[in-house]
């Protein structure tokens, strides 16, 4: 009960998301950044409304689920085998009670395949259990959500929230107060989503303990050193009262950065040892799992020896591991094939060069033998590591009958991992095990001849994926999967004439748009590298300003979306507009004068559309828009049960996913500047589409203070080495 104007009492009804109030009838009240304090003796309760995105929606939208050692977005990576690395657990378990300024970060590190994952894996899974963990992050090379560190704090931001809720308010709260908090640097982030919200927070109930997984995976080294620097600045403060795991391969710049003197009083290491204790583990590991394929084939009908494969056959096993869990996992997986005896795999297993000093590349090498059709399986395997698609975009891609790819990966399933076929717009590329294995394909010195790296498989890879993008026979979903691994792989490979048609489609265009403006440099470079006397079609010629009816469609409904309580007028609700219409970005380019420097009032033709004595023939009444609105709507969702012209995009829209941070548009046109002899033709098409984006999107957002405009290609890291 609030009291307003005197002692009259005022009954205040929170509704929805707790955006709308109601004061004694029905006429709602929107209140912004409010605070109501209700004191009754001792107690003072206070809740704050905010109009728009709540910080959680804006954190959520950010989070990497797949990254969580919990999720179901991806196979957990396997934790420790039951008995083994006992002594390692009972170190972190005891670290993780101690005292915040006792070595508040620790760094796990060994070399690849010694199962660093599994024990992070089961140290966060322990965390959980007792009410520990704050969040986890496991990187992954290459991925979209697991390959940087932009992703990272809101996601373990986002798991303080729910793992202490004492923290979530207050979390929630600094996204609020900084709504591009997520696009700033590195220091600035872990300022407002970690160290602010502790400030002041009642006592909690553990310490909270973050798991950080293959910091090696993540970008490049650079990225890798300002994360370390600021989790080292931020901690030594001793305003966080959080411990940090970072687990990672013992890389020489990494060691530098942990173990220098200056960051002792910070940082301790533990380092995973291929020693006799691990040497051990992996003898359990292999006598438990050779039990288990014993019982599992036995059942089948399929007769093995007693107590087979026996003693000496383990240590044999144990003895080439090297103390490498990545060996062991990769033996067993092999042998463990419900469609071959498990008895010759093995023996093709102990037949390998006994005295060989990678019993590991050999490993792989005898299974990659075992395929029939190399030529087809080096192409399939340059499609999995260098596109990132999944088996039916492969087939797509390379042009083969539907299901060749899964029948040629069916014989790796000890190296790689292939979902079920996709349902809807799910997407689920093929994943690789263990990185360790796309080391080896990319090193021709240990593959030979099953090496990858090859300029040319990728530049064969990179025709196909540009004549599909080019067949027309592409739905929305594939057609943007395929074009990112496309203008990924375009700076490895020269630019010919057969690559060129694709910069003129529309939708590559608007793809390599929504996927930020630094992609679009690297198309701009590679495209100097090509010879400047090609006949190029020219530029593509827009329609005149006001005069197209998909333009006045996406003025009308982006009206009505503005009008909604949660909207904040700015680029989700264009982006949303495009999508329930289906139009391409090229369709706003008009909102900008010939000349390229004035905008458009953007504000004053919506006025003057709402005016029928002003615009006339081009009215439409609030209703009828509304009711065009819903029943785009309608196909959309349609579309959704039909399976039919759906996108991925559509989906995130539907559910407030705001547009992809740029990234794009100056990468490509960086890439395509490096050609010797480009055309300029096609250059000035790129650059000049790219500037009238631009310059729409900041009409249409008008200096809205709640939309992110920057470009990611700009600084993110405010170190001032780097």
């Given at each position: 009960?609030?009291?307003?104007?005197?002692?009259?009492?005022?009954?205040?009804?929170?509704?929805?998301?707790?955006?709308?109030?109601?004061?004694?009838?029905?006429?709602?009240?929107?209140?912004?950044?409010?605070?109501?304090?209700?004191?009754?003796?001792?107690?003072?309760?206070?809740?704050?409304?905010?109009?728009?995105?709540?910080?959680?929606?804006?954190?959520?939208?950010?989070?990497?689920?797949?990254?969580?050692?919990?999720?179901?977005?991806?196979?957990?990576?396997?934790?420790?085998?039951?008995?083994?690395?006992?002594?390692?657990?009972?170190?972190?378990?005891?670290?993780?009670?101690?005292?915040?300024?006792?070595?508040?970060?620790?760094?796990?590190?060994?070399?690849?395949?010694?199962?660093?994952?599994?024990?992070?894996?089961?140290?966060?899974?322990?965390?959980?259990?007792?009410?520990?963990?704050?969040?986890?992050?496991?990187?992954?090379?290459?991925?979209?959500?697991?390959?940087?560190?932009?992703?990272?704090?809101?996601?373990?931001?986002?798991?303080?929230?729910?793992?202490?809720?004492?923290?979530?308010?207050?979390?929630?709260?600094?996204?609020?107060?900084?709504?591009?908090?997520?696009?700033?640097?590195?220091?600035?982030?872990?300022?407002?989503?970690?160290?602010?919200?502790?400030?002041?927070?009642?006592?909690?109930?553990?310490?909270?303990?973050?798991?950080?997984?293959?910091?090696?995976?993540?970008?490049?080294?650079?990225?890798?050193?300002?994360?370390?620097?600021?989790?080292?600045?931020?901690?030594?403060?001793?305003?966080?009262?959080?411990?940090?795991?970072?687990?990672?391969?013992?890389?020489?710049?990494?060691?530098?950065?942990?173990?220098?003197?200056?960051n002792s009083d910070v940082c301790r290491d533990l380092q995973v040892l291929p020693d006799d204790r691990a040497l051990?583990?992996?003898?359990?590991?292999?006598?438990?799992?050779?039990?288990?394929?014993?019982?599992?084939?036995?059942?089948?009908?399929?007769?093995?020896?007693?107590?087979?494969?026996?003693?000496?056959?383990?240590?044999?096993?144990?003895?080439?591991?090297?103390?490498?869990?990545?060996?062991?996992?990769?033996?067993?997986?092999?042998?463990?094939?419900?469609?071959?005896?498990?008895?010759?795999?093995?023996?093709?297993?102990?037949?390998?060069?006994?005295g060989s000093l990678s019993p590991l590349d050999d490993l792989y090498t005898q299974i990659l033998s075992t395929l029939?059709?190399?030529?087809?399986?080096?192409?399939?395997?340059?499609?999995?590591?260098?596109?990132?698609?999944?088996p039916e975009q492969i087939d797509v891609v390379l042009r083969m009958r539907r299901g060749t790819s899964r029948a040629?990966?069916?014989?790796?399933?000890?190296?790689?991992?292939?979902?079920?076929?996709?349902?809807?717009?799910?997407?689920?590329?093929?994943?690789?095990?263990?990185?360790?294995?796309?080391?080896?394909?990319?090193?021709?010195?240990?593959?030979?001849?099953?090496?990858?790296?090859?300029?040319?498989?990728?530049?064969?890879?990179?025709?196909?994926?540009?004549?599909?993008?080019?067949?027309?026979?592409?739905?929305?979903?594939?057609?943007?999967?395929?074009?990112?691994?496309?203008?990924?792989?375009?700076?490895?490979?020269?630019?010919?004439?057969?690559?060129?048609?694709?910069?003129?489609?529309?939708?590559?265009?608007?793809?390599?748009?929504?996927?930020?403006?630094?992609?679009?440099?690297?198309?701009?470079?590679?495209?100097?590298?090509?010879?400047?006397?090609?006949?190029?079609?020219?530029?593509?010629?827009?329609?005149?300003?006001?005069?197209?009816?998909?333009?006045?469609?996406?003025?009308?409904?982006?009206?009505?979306?503005?009008?909604?309580?949660?909207?904040?007028?700015?680029?989700?609700?264009?982006?949303?507009?495009?999508?329930?219409?289906?139009?391409?970005?090229?369709?706003?380019?008009?909102?900008?004068?010939?000349?390229?420097?004035?905008?458009?009032?953007?504000?004053?033709?919506?006025?003057?559309?709402?005016?029928?004595?002003?615009?006339?023939?081009?009215?439409?009444?609030?209703?009828?828009?509304?009711?065009?609105?819903?029943?785009?709507?309608?196909?959309?969702?349609?579309?959704?049960?039909?399976?039919?012209?759906?996108?991925?995009?559509?989906?995130?829209?539907?559910?407030?996913?705001?547009?992809?941070?740029?990234?794009?548009?100056?990468?490509?046109?960086?890439?395509?500047?490096?050609?010797?002899?480009?055309?300029?033709?096609?250059?000035?098409?790129?650059?000049?589409?790219?500037?009238?984006?631009?310059?729409?999107?900041?009409?249409?957002?008008?200096?809205?203070?709640?939309?992110?405009?920057?470009?990611?290609?700009?600084?993110?890291?405010?170190?001032?080495?780097?």
């Amino acid at each position: 009960m609030l009291r307003l104007d005197g002692d009259r009492p005022v009954r205040l009804q929170t509704q929805g998301a707790g955006n709308v109030v109601r004061i004694e009838g029905d006429r709602p009240v929107q209140f912004q950044n409010s605070t109501f304090h209700n004191v009754a003796g001792n107690m003072n309760v206070s809740h704050t409304t905010n109009v728009g995105e709540s910080g959680l929606d804006i954190l959520l939208r950010a989070v990497s689920l797949d990254a969580m050692h919990d999720s179901a977005e991806r196979p957990a990576d396997p934790a420790c085998h039951p008995g083994t690395r006992s002594a390692i657990l009972e170190e972190l378990d005891k670290w993780s009670f101690e005292q915040p300024s006792d070595s508040p970060i620790l760094w796990l590190h060994g070399c690849a395949g010694i199962g660093k994952s599994a024990i992070a894996q089961q140290f966060a899974a322990s965390c959980h259990g007792r009410g520990q963990l704050g969040g986890s992050f496991f990187f992954k090379r290459g991925s979209v959500s697991r390959g940087t560190w932009r992703n990272l704090l809101p996601t373990l931001a986002y798991q303080l929230t729910v793992a202490f809720p004492q923290l979530g308010p207050r979390i929630q709260r600094a996204v609020e107060m900084d709504r591009l908090v997520l696009g700033k640097t590195i220091h600035h982030q872990l300022e407002k989503l970690l160290v602010q919200p502790f400030r002041n927070a009642p006592p909690l109930t553990s310490r909270p303990i973050l798991v950080i997984d293959g910091l090696d995976e993540c970008e490049d080294h650079r990225a890798q050193i300002a994360l370390i620097r600021a989790l080292i600045d931020t901690l030594r403060s001793g305003d966080a009262p959080i411990h940090i795991l970072v687990c990672s391969r013992s890389e020489a710049h990494l060691c530098e950065a942990f173990k220098a003197p200056e960051n002792s009083d910070v940082c301790r290491d533990l380092q995973v040892l291929p020693d006799d204790r691990a040497l051990a583990d992996i003898r359990r590991y292999f006598t438990d799992e050779f039990s288990r394929i014993h019982g599992i084939h036995t059942s089948r009908g399929i007769l093995l020896e007693v107590g087979w494969p026996g003693r000496d056959t383990i240590e044999d096993l144990v003895k080439k591991s090297s103390g490498t869990f990545i060996y062991a996992s990769t033996v067993l997986r092999y042998v463990d094939n419900e469609y071959s005896h498990p008895a010759e795999r093995l023996d093709a297993v102990l037949g390998l060069d006994p005295g060989s000093l990678s019993p590991l590349d050999d490993l792989y090498t005898q299974i990659l033998s075992t395929l029939p059709n190399k030529p087809t399986l080096l192409r399939v395997l340059s499609a999995v590591v260098e596109g990132d698609l999944d088996p039916e975009q492969i087939d797509v891609v390379l042009r083969m009958r539907r299901g060749t790819s899964r029948a040629i990966l069916r014989g790796l399933h000890s190296v790689v991992r292939v979902h079920p076929a996709r349902v809807l717009w799910y997407h689920k590329p093929v994943a690789l095990l263990h990185a360790s294995f796309g080391d080896f394909l990319m090193d021709s010195q240990r593959s030979l001849s099953f090496c990858i790296s090859g300029e040319d498989l990728l530049d064969t890879l990179v025709h196909d994926m540009a004549h599909v993008l080019l067949s027309g026979s592409l739905g929305p979903e594939d057609f943007w999967r395929i074009a990112i691994p496309f203008v990924e792989c375009l700076p490895k490979v020269p630019p010919t004439d057969g690559l060129l048609p694709v910069f003129w489609t529309v939708d590559f265009q608007h793809d390599v748009y929504r996927q930020g403006k630094d992609y679009a440099q690297v198309v701009v470079t590679w495209l100097q590298d090509a010879d400047s006397t090609r006949d190029l079609p020219s530029e593509l010629i827009y329609p005149q300003y006001l005069q197209s009816p998909d333009l006045l469609s996406v003025l009308r409904i982006w009206n009505v979306l503005n009008r909604l309580p949660e909207s904040d007028g700015g680029s989700e609700d264009i982006i949303a507009t495009l999508d329930l219409l289906a139009l391409k970005w090229d369709v706003l380019v008009p909102l900008t004068k010939v000349s390229g420097t004035d905008l458009v009032d953007i504000k004053a033709i919506q006025k003057f559309l709402d005016d029928p004595d002003k615009c006339g023939q081009l009215f439409m009444p609030h209703k009828e828009i509304c009711r065009f609105t819903a029943l785009q709507w309608i196909r959309c969702l349609k579309d959704t049960i039909t399976q039919t012209n759906f996108t991925g995009d559509q989906f995130y829209m539907q559910h407030k996913y705001g547009p992809v941070q740029p990234k794009w548009f100056a990468a490509i046109l960086d890439w395509i500047k490096k050609a010797p002899s480009p055309p300029p033709d096609l250059i000035r098409s790129w650059e000049q589409q790219q500037k009238a984006v631009e310059q729409c999107y900041a009409c249409l957002l008008e200096m809205n203070p709640d939309s992110d405009t920057s470009d990611s290609g700009s600084e993110i890291f405010d170190s001032d080495d780097d």
